[in-house]
C-alpha cells in the first residue's frame, strides 16, 4: 500500500514540476516583489495570512497586492503605523480592495498581530525567527501554544504550517528542521490526500481530519527522498484543477 501511494507520489511530484497540474502559479506569486530579506518582504507574506480562510487565495493575494500597492492604503502592513491608528482608519484601509471580508472581526485580527508584533518585536516580525534559531518545532510550538491568543488564526493547525512554508519560499529565510515543516492541511490537501487514498471516507469526514492528514503524510515520508512539504504544492493544484489524471509516462523521460 504505501510503495503504491509513493509511486504515486513520484508521478505528481513530477507532473508539478513539469506544470501539468494545470500551471505552476500559486496564490503568493500575487506579490510586489520585494527585497527578500527585508521587513517589508515578511511583513507582507504574514498579516494576510491571518485572513487566509474559507476563501479565495488567489483573490485574497490580489488584495492584498493592491492594498500595498495603494499609498493611502500601503500603511496597514507597517504594525507600528496600525497601532497608532484609529480602528476606523485600519477597516477602511483593509476593506477598500477587501483583503479584510469581514469588516469588524477581520481588521481586529488585523490590529491583534500588529500589536503582537510591536510589543514582542518592536514590529520586526523577523525576530521571531531570530529568536528560536529558526528552529520549525520551537517558532511553531511558540505560536501554537505559548502564545496561541497573541497570534489569532496565524496560529492554526492549518494556517501556521503553510506561514512558515510561504516564508520559506518568499523570503531569505532557511530553517532548521525543514523536515519537520509539515502539509498544510487545507480543503485542497485534504481531497487530494484522500483521492491518493491515504485517508479513508470516515476519515475525510471526521472534524480532527487535518491532524490525521498531517500524521499520514509524516508517517508515509519517513524513511524517503520526500519532506511532507515537497507535496504540498503538487497536491494544492492537483485538486484545485479537478485532479488530472496521474501520468505514469513522466517518470520515463
Request: hydrophobic residues 35%; charged residues 25%.
Amino acid at each position: 500500500m504505501k510503495e503504491v501511494i509513493l509511486k504515486k507520489v513520484d508521478i505528481l511530484y513530477e507532473m508539478w514540476k513539469k506544470g501539468n497540474l494545470g500551471g505552476e502559479i500559486m496564490p503568493e506569486d500575487q506579490n510586489p516583489q520585494l527585497e527578500k530579506s527585508s521587513l517589508e518582504n515578511y511583513l507582507y507574506f504574514t498579516l494576510p495570512m491571518a485572513l487566509n480562510y474559507q476563501r479565495n487565495s488567489y483573490t485574497l493575494w490580489e488584495s492584498a497586492n493592491q492594498t500595498y500597492q495603494d499609498p493611502e492604503t500601503k500603511f496597514v502592513f507597517d504594525p507600528i503605523k496600525v497601532v497608532k491608528s484609529p480602528f476606523e482608519e485600519v477597516q477602511k484601509a483593509l476593506t477598500k480592495y477587501k483583503v479584510a471580508l469581514q469588516k469588524n472581526k477581520q481588521t481586529e485580527i488585523w490590529i491583534r498581530l500588529c500589536h503582537t508584533f510591536v510589543e514582542l518585536y518592536g514590529g520586526d516580525i523577523r525576530k521571531l525567527f531570530d529568536e528560536f534559531q529558526n528552529d520549525v518545532n520551537l517558532i511553531r510550538n511558540f505560536i501554537q501554544k505559548a502564545k496561541k491568543t497573541d497570534f489569532p488564526y496565524l496560529s492554526g493547525t492549518k494556517i501556521c504550517n503553510y506561514w512558515l512554508y510561504v516564508i520559506w519560499q518568499y523570503t531569505d529565510r532557511e530553517y532548521k528542521n525543514i523536515e519537520n515543516l509539515t502539509v498544510a492541511p487545507d480543503t485542497h490537501v485534504v481531497k487530494a490526500t484522500h483521492r491518493l487514498g491515504l485517508i479513508n471516507d470516515k476519515e475525510l469526514e471526521s472534524s480532527n481530519v487535518q491532524n490525521i492528514v498531517i500524521d499520514r503524510w509524516n508517517q508515509l515520508f519517513e524513511g524517503t527522498k520526500y519532506k511532507p512539504i515537497d507535496i504540498h504544492t503538487a497536491l494544492w493544484l492537483w485538486s484545485r484543477n479537478g485532479f488530472i489524471e496521474l501520468d505514469n509516462s513522466v517518470l520515463e523521460d
